[in-house]
DNA sequence: CACGCCGATGTCAGTTACTGACATCACAGT
DNA sequence: ACTGTGATGTCAGTAACTGACATCGGCGTG
């Protein structure tokens, strides 16, 4: 006989995407979401730094297996090519669960506090990718930009995987907007 | 005799970024700002939305005068050479205030809450941007893409220009960092 | 098997960001 | 003089977050 049953945190993760879905961000209180998971507030703060984190937790993962695909992309492979491996990388994980990410999209895109956590968990993630170009030996201010660019393609290709009802693959919208940034800057001066 | 000293939002700006510098903002209470500025809490909150907001209010100027200069921009120009008028126009604006800009930035990359705050301010500079060049016919996915990547250049460029000690311009550092961009990007793909 | 430590949770009190409702009073216009 | 208005003060309240301490099953150790 367990004390308490387990999954702690995934139960607060999922209660707390329930009720912000349901009646949005700022509506919800962190008592309310841990009465739905069956535990107490103080609980709550100590499987997440706050009452946004909850939605943010599962980044750290995509974070990593994107890095891992930037430096272990080919030697030979340009800067922006290694970090379109590694964007490739993170959208083999997304590609099962796109519901999820959907329902989780509509929840932060209805909330300028989440929009704000949203996008420094990018520029983290643009951070860390530029530190795996370093990795690969490229300067500065190369890894930066390129970092940057990626983040960008990534963005707007994850907004439009979402967007389209299709079953077309995250992948092949991500070599799309690469393409089309590509040609953009083509003609830059 | 007036009743109230006026300036009270400037008196209350000043005092919260002598504070914040001095002690940190999580270790600054709101109710200290205020009483520096001669005023009482709800009075700050009436001014500004939140305790993070005070240095920010100052960024829509800077918005309006970038957007202005993507809009009239020759109508010949391409997106990216637009944008690059627009960051142009911007960097007039700050010129003058390298030190309040240095002392302002060196407040924020010490906080985690200010970075997001200035991230958001970042991404909606770029969502004008983006409008912008829409209005100039660019269609999508160029306008987003030509705005974020402008927005990519003004922040590396914006973080050399507080970095170098030396009286360097920035308006030059963006053109360095725009022709960077352009050789990173040349060889996508 | 008894003991004692550990880790996840609960309880409780406190601080602080932020909000709503209402009071005050110099100033401006009439 | 009379009155409306706007910027401020006062006060009470909610909710995010934190620190300190209590609880108690499980697990390793002797």
Redesign the interface.
């Known amino acids: 006989m367990t004390r308490w049953e387990p999954g702690a945190a995934e139960r607060l993760a999922q209660a707390a995407l329930d009720l912000y879905a349901e009646r949005g961000f700022e509506q919800t209180t962190v008592a309310e979401i841990a009465k739905r998971a069956g535990l107490t507030e103080r609980t709550f703060f100590r499987h997440y730094a706050d009452k946004r984190e909850v939605l943010f937790a599962g980044g750290a993962t995509l974070q990593e297996v994107m890095v891992r695909g930037v430096l272990d992309a080919p030697a030979a492979a340009?800067?922006?090519?290694a970090v379109?491996a590694g964007l490739q990388a993170g959208a083999e994980v997304l590609e099962g669960r796109r519901d999820f990410a959907g329902r989780r999209a509509a929840v932060i895109a209805a909330s300028?506090e989440l929009?704000?956590?949203e996008?420094?968990k990018m520029?983290t993630l643009g951070a860390a990718l530029a530190d795996a170009l370093r990795g690969r030996r490229v300067a500065e201010?190369?890894a930066?930009?390129?970092a940057?660019?990626g983040i960008?393609?990534f963005?707007?290709a994850f907004a439009r995987w979402i967007e389209e009802g299709t079953e077309r693959e995250l992948a092949a919208i991500i070599r799309e907007?690469?393409?089309?940034?590509?040609?953009?800057?083509?003609?830059?001066?």
């Open positions: 340009a800067p922006i090519a379109a300028a929009q704000e956590r996008l420094i520029s201010p190369t930066s930009l390129t940057q660019a960008a393609v963005h707007v907007s690469l393409d089309e940034l590509k040609a953009v800057t083509a003609g830059a001066r």
